[in-house]
């Protein structure tokens, strides 16, 4: 079976309303496994950044990088909106990707306000 290509964005947290990261992949589940087992030097393993706290998918994977980008410029209340309109308790939800249910049509979802 060939590999299938979900585009997604995602932040990664260390702790509640703590340090994050904000990434794009073209496989979410093994790109989050990869951060939980510290094979990227750098941010994340620097600062123990692994918990998925957000995520979204996209048709594209020029349509997730767009998302990624807007989202890299916002200050950090709108990260927080986002994260806690989709995971306010801020769990690791790692093992409940779902592909489907996060889905975003190539327009996106409009800008946070703040």
């Not at 779902?98 to 975003?104: H, R």
């Amino acid at each position: 079976m060939p590999f299938e290509k979900h585009p997604a964005v995602y932040i990664l947290a260390n702790r509640y309303r703590s340090t994050m990261y904000v990434g794009v992949t073209s496989a979410l589940y093994n790109r989050v496994a990869d951060h939980k087992n510290k094979r990227f030097d750098g941010y994340t393993a620097r600062y123990g950044i692994s918990m998925l706290v957000w995520y979204e998918h996209h048709q594209s994977m020029d349509a997730a990088i767009r998302r990624e980008k807007q989202i890299k410029k916002w200050n950090r209340p709108w990260k927080f909106r986002i994260i806690e309109e989709m995971n306010p308790q801020w769990r690791d939800l790692h093992d409940e990707i779902d592909v489907t249910a996060t889905l975003v049509g190539e327009a996106g979802p409009p800008p946070a306000r703040g």
